[in-house]
């Protein structure tokens, strides 16, 4: 009994969520073993007074498990609940890990720790990946969207925004006093994020860094250091033709995450459920279906599929015109929120939320993962502008 007084309950809770998230690059079942043990820890510390359940901001709570709840919303709107029943299980970690995160008074050590940590399983993740890289150099794999996950730990896109928050901690809190270990993990994550072909993730890569070298170098250093980015992202550009390509599909309007979000709208407009969408049961076992797109008149580019792969658009297939609206009115006041908040939440929060434009972050763990231990995280007091060293 002594020995469990003398455990620092929220440093604890703190470092397991961190676990949960690190884990994504090796074990679901691992990960999902780390939440469990958070929430027995969690509770043990309820019953020996060492949490407070009362310090949950309850506004703040319910701000973030909206996504849960228009996904409820949804699937009480579906003709076939059953298949709805399976997103309402993978988006639990939603409900769950704020619950445990934002009742914890943390220190700068507590969540310096905890980020150490999830830097190191980003660490092995990227050796892992630069393996792979090695291994397929010869193969004529490398930066062709297709064949990266012969190259990456875990889906590619998901990769690279999980290593651009390991970045993001690292430049923000220098978690890494020896400037050649940190110059040599920052390099090693970077070529990782390279490798990851995320679009989205590249340029938040590109954005974070020049945040970054604004705040921290003279007027001059910093122009230098942007000409020189600009010279290496031009040749890299034109040595990486596929690289090349995607993005100027983009720009041209060719690209296949517009066909999917044009496919989407179709699907909306075609089936007359505007208000309250189609229920998220219903159009994920349709889409399935071979014939689909007949019941749903004549949609543009068919063949690329009904995927959103945007997570407010899925909202808008699934909840309808109530959902934007609540989103809408969610975010508005997560802006309120992020405002107060300190350069690293508003980053990460950037990030998150950017990357969630080009994907149904809510259909993979490793999306609910990222978005639940994430945005309670940064929205706690400890990551406010007028926090003190002390916190």
């Known amino acids: 009994m002594r020995l469990i007084s003398k455990i620092e309950f929220n440093e604890s809770i703190l470092v397991l969520v961190l676990l949960y998230l690190g884990f994504a690059f090796f074990s679901v079942a691992i990960a999902n073993i780390m939440l469990a043990i958070s929430g027995g820890v ?31 919303i949804s699937v009480l709107n579906s003709e076939n609940m059953d298949p709805g029943m399976s997103y309402l299980s993978l ?4 409900v769950v890990v704020p619950l445990l995160v934002l009742p914890l008074m943390l220190k700068k050590e507590h969540i ?13 993740a990227s050796f892992i990946t630069l393996y792979n890289a090695i ?19 875990i889906q590619h896109p998901y990769l690279g925004v999980y290593l651009l928050i390991a970045i993001t901690s690292i430049l923000e809190y220098s978690l890494f006093k020896n ?27 590109l954005i974070i860094l020049g945040i970054y070298f604004f705040k921290k170098l003279p007027k001059i250093k910093f122009i230098l250091v942007i000409l020189v980015m600009g010279l290496v992202v031009s040749v890299f550009l034109i040595i990486g033709k596929d ?5 100027k599909n983009s720009i041209e309007g060719n690209s296949p995450r517009i066909m999917l979000w044009t496919n989407s709208i179709e ?17 994920y076992a349709d889409k399935k279906d071979p014939y689909f797109a007949e019941g749903y008149g004549e949609l543009t580019f068919g063949e690329y599929g009904y995927n959103p792969h945007s997570q407010p658009l899925e909202f808008f297939i699934t909840n309808g015109i109530l959902g934007v609206v609540i989103l809408l009115v969610a975010m508005y006041f997560f802006l309120l929120k992020i405002k107060s908040q300190n350069s690293f939440a508003q980053l990460i929060f950037i990030s998150v939320v950017s990357f969630s434009l ?26 406010s502008k007028h926090t003190h060293e002390k916190t």
């Open 42 to 72: 969690f509770l043990l510390g309820l019953a020996l007074k060492k949490i407070n359940l009362l310090n949950l901001h309850w506004k703040t709570y319910l701000l973030i498990i909206v996504p849960y709840i228009l996904t409820s």
């Open 267 to 283: 699907v909306v407009r075609a089936s007359d459920s505007y208000f309250l969408g189609i229920g998220i049961g219903d159009y």
């Open 112 to 124: 310096n720790t905890a980020l150490k940590i999830y830097v190191l399983f980003c660490l092995v």
């Open 179 to 205: 400037k050649c270990l940190r110059t040599t993990v920052l390099l090693t994550l970077s070529i990782s994020i390279v490798l990851s072909t995320s679009r989205i993730v590249y340029l938040l890569y």
């Open 358 to 383: 080009t994907e149904c972050i809510f259909n993979r763990q490793y999306g609910v993962q990222l978005y639940s231990v994430l945005l309670p995280l940064i929205m706690m007091n400890n990551f």
């Open 135 to 153: 291994k397929y150099f010869n193969e004529g794999l490398l930066f062709k969207t297709d064949f990266t996950h012969f190259i990456t730990i």
């Open 91 to 94: 988006r639990l970690p939603i």
């Open 243 to 247: 690289i090349f390509y995607k993005f």
